[in-house]
């Protein structure tokens, strides 16, 4: 990769060609050795900057909602959106959006069915500083099966000046979640430029089960970032095909090293890049043993060499650093189709295993099985299904099509549109189809978890095949079989592809549970625009 077959410019012609490009085989010829316009000495470099590997503050309530039966009290939270400097790359101050000021967000730590109340007040600034656009907001918790009026719906936005109170239950099972911007048509660009952050909920009975906890449970958000010569992230969505950065960042910092105890480990991954698919494995080798999927938990683990994250997906993975003690393991990108390889993308963080005495509590085996019940959607088949339906995943003319149609046709259609009507409770079988070679499509259903049944005919990947998924790695040329039950609430739910610049320009539909469900749009943001606001 020393000699680029293809320099950024060429690149960027491609990203200006649009549609026109993307018919050529994207896949010949995008190594290239660099992305961001900064001088090469300035550009982050694996492990050089050493201990700074960031655990995200934990967020506190700030108060409480009372009730008249104890089960309904909130824990009331107060998040700021607002622009903030990062020091991403040494000598530089770098202008990022973040929830609270921060990328990632903080956590959000929560016990499984203690309800809360989130007020995300969007005080952004009236432009963003590229493309000019106010940058309107909406917070989806993804992971959640947050009642429609709560759910981020793309359309239902906040401007600048404006706040929204989003209620979540937490009565899904526990799990890594994350909440990050939905706004229509500047998804993209929004969580660009730092609007995500983890949300886990968690559950007493978990903490018995003997997996790693506390300072050893640790969330992993990947993200991947180009700069411009000025020290700015650089946004090139190459013609809506999605920014691919040549710098990755771990929790918001530069390819991390962090020291460990020769121990085991749980990390939650999050890939929360745009565009960018990730294929992780351990230097040297070790295993990397699946826990948990984005529904939480799985029954029987999965030890994996490697594994393949598509944007939006999660896993929490336990990791035993004891054989390596004195020793550096590095965690490795192996990358994936259509994303494109630069110098340093291969490498994503390191741990330095400390050479001291493992401690020998708590760092037992992991059970196996797991003490968690076998999750029900696991058990259905596809005869069990109410109906079958298929939808293609397609570039049509200069948009990103689900069957044809976009987001703008669910707009003209005064929200109404959807690509299926499901009752609360029906059993569906969808066959996700992706016929280019060109692409890959991370398809995310709102509300539910689903059972991946098979791709191409052949079963999924163990590790995928373990818990239920949210969101699904549709790769060139697949065709995926996944099921659910609709439920638990009725409502318009979006689906879509994960992949954010598709996202917004504009593959993105919704689905329909019973036909009684509350609007999407029902709770009016509150507060005086800032535009509107007197000098
Ligand atoms: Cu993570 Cu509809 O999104
Ligand atoms: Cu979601
Ligand atoms: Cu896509």
Redesign the pocket.
Known sequence: MDDPILSRRDALKIGVLGTAALALPLTVSLDAARASELPESRVPRPFTRHDVFVRPPVLAPVGTDPADRPEDVRDVYHVRMRQFTAQLVPGYATTMWGYEGAFPGPTFRIQRNRKVRVRFLNDLPLRHPVFGYEPTTSV?L?GAPSAPQYDGYASDTSRPGQHKNYLYDNSQAARTLWY?D?AVHHTAENVAMGLAGQYQVLDAAEDLIGLPQGEFDLPLTVTDVAFTARGQLLHDDRGDSGPMGDVLLVNGVPYPAFPVQPRKYRLRLLNASIARGYRFQLQPTAPLTVVGTDAGLVHDPVDTADLRMAM?ERYDVVVDFAPFRGRRVELRNLGVENSIDYDHTHRVMAFDVLDVDPDPAGNGPVPRPLPVQPHPLMALQAGHADRTRRLRFQRGGSEWTINDETWADVERSEFRRVVADPDLGDVELWELENSSGGWFHPV?L?LVDFRVLTRNGRPPTPYEAAGPKDVVYLAENETIRIITRFGPRTGRY?L?C?NNSHEDHDMMAQFEVGEDGPSPFSAPPQGVPKALRPA
Request: proline residues 0%; neutral net charge; without cysteine.
């Open positions: 989806h993804h990050h939905h939006g995310h709102h979006m879509h994960h």
